[in-house]
């Protein structure tokens, strides 16, 4: 089976997007039909195209938590990532989930699937989830996987915020520097002269 993003109209004529799993394009839009849907667009998930995109680390820090909550709620994993890729608002992100889900109804473990996308998730991150599911703690590992991104993303806001003072003042005095030298300077030489 392979995801595939889709937007079609609903009987009140708005427009909705989603994403749904299908062997084919054809039974993708049956699907949607069913869904009492009329396909608007219908498009293949491709894992090579979203591989070139990097996400937001941000967006893996609330996807993370919320996977770690859900998952905390006894909420199985394919279910998890599916409500998780329906509410990102991230496209890529979402159709990296949507694929990620696939490879787990086929059978593949988690961290294995999660390598795929390694401009997405880091080599520690899915060594984790690895270990996670190995053991059977993926929701700790999730859990301690988010406190560590939120505090990782809580000190980059802090060195950035501690760093904007120095560098407008360095830049300002080489302004001022430049200024000196360009303007001033030469009009005290012509004085002197």
């Known amino acids: 089976m392979a995801a595939y993003s889709y937007s079609a109209f609903d009987s009140k004529g708005i427009k909705k997007k989603g994403y749904l799993s299908a062997q084919s394009e054809r039974e993708a839009r049956k699907l949607i039909k069913d869904l009492n849907l009329t396909p608007l667009e219908v498009r293949l998930s491709n894992s090579k195209i979203i591989n070139k995109y990097k996400v ?67 080599k520690t991150y899915t060594s984790l989830i ?9 929701g700790m590992v999730f859990e301690r996987l988010s406190h560590y991104l939120e505090e990782t993303e809580d000190i980059k806001k802090k060195v950035i915020s501690a760093l904007t003072y120095p560098i407008i003042l360095i830049g300002f005095s080489v302004l001022v520097i430049i200024g000196l030298l360009a303007f001033v300077l030469p009009e005290v030489v012509g004085i002197s002269t």
């Not at 992100?93 to 699937?113: A, F, M, T, W």
């Not at 690895?130 to 993926?138: I, K, P, Q, R, V």
């Open 130 to 138: 690895t270990a996670g599911d190995s053991s059977g703690n993926l």
């Open 56 to 122: 937001k680390n941000k967006d893996i820090v609330i996807m993370t938590r919320q996977l770690s909550t859900l998952l905390d709620a006894s909420t199985s994993i394919d279910d998890s990532i599916k409500i998780t890729a329906d509410q990102t608002n991230n496209k890529d992100l979402s159709s990296i989930l949507y694929n990620i889900r696939e490879d787990i109804i086929q059978g593949k473990r988690l961290g294995n699937s999660m390598k795929d996308y390694p401009k997405v998730f880091n």
